[in-house]
């Protein structure tokens, strides 16, 4: 019986030595050259290929994988680069699968919508969840928003300036109090630019030019004139004693 020696595949095994094995088809034993081994092993890779002879396979440009595989839903074959959606340095998930934080949002002007909720946080700043809620509503056909309640902040810490309402009576006397429709709706109320000459600072102009008010200089001025009213029957009541 033949002896069969065994050796160690190092830097000094050439691609042209060979070595004998079995066929598996017929059990004949045959010669095989170091280099169509190696290419063999490499066969589930197409394209052009070089094998050195310390067994390192290099492939052309042109190499591809003989199947295909998907990524992410991307079909990839080795002969070009892929772009995975959310994945690469544009999109909004690196691939640890953590989502990046969204510093922007796209919006609509939507004016059908009779019931929105508005969208609110817990803190001024910070990476914080969304919040909304049921007690918090905007019409945005109508632009009414609904609350509630609503709170005005009013301490005397935040004011400067302060001096007391010399005139109440004959400011409001100044502007009329109307019924009139808005926006399909009943209302009462003033007229801006009515109120605009007598108290100019309680009207705003929005950015298309329609003015807006706040009740609140209007109720302090009838507030004034209550005072005044109060005065002028107190007088009168002791010229009657």
Do not use: W
């Not at 050259?33 to 066969?43: C, S, V």
């Not at 070089?50 to 990839?76: H, K, P």
């Amino acid at each position: 019986m033949a002896r069969i020696s065994t050796y160690t595949l190092d830097g000094t095994v050439s691609n042209t030595d060979k070595v004998i094995g079995t066929d598996s088809e017929n059990t004949t034993t045959k010669n095989f050259k170091i280099q169509d081994l190696k290419e063999f092993i490499y066969a589930g890779i197409s394209g052009n290929m070089t094998v050195a002879s310390n067994g390192t396979a290099t492939t052309s440009s042109s190499a591809t994988l003989t199947t295909a595989r998907n990524i992410g839903g991307v079909s990839f074959n080795g002969s070009t680069n892929i772009t995975l959606p959310g994945v690469d340095a544009t999109g909004n998930q690196d691939t640890t699968g953590t989502a990046a934080i969204a510093t922007t949002i796209t919006v609509a002007d939507e004016s059908s919508d009779t019931t929105c909720f508005p969208i609110f946080a817990t803190a001024a700043t910070g990476d914080l969840a969304p919040k909304s809620g049921s007690n918090l509503t905007f019409n945005s056909s109508s632009g009414a928003l609904t609350a509630s309640n609503f709170v005005t902040t009013s301490d005397k810490r935040l004011k400067s300036e302060i001096q007391p309402i010399k005139e109440g009576l004959e400011i409001i006397k100044q502007f009329t109090s109307y019924n009139y429709i808005k926006d399909g709706e009943k209302e009462s109320g003033f007229i801006a630019q009515e109120v605009q000459k007598v108290l100019p600072h309680n009207i705003k102009e929005d950015y298309r030019g329609y003015l807006s008010m706040s009740d609140r200089g209007v109720l302090a001025h009838m507030h004034k004139a209550i005072l005044e009213l109060e005065e002028k029957l107190v007088a009168i009541e002791e010229k009657l004693k």
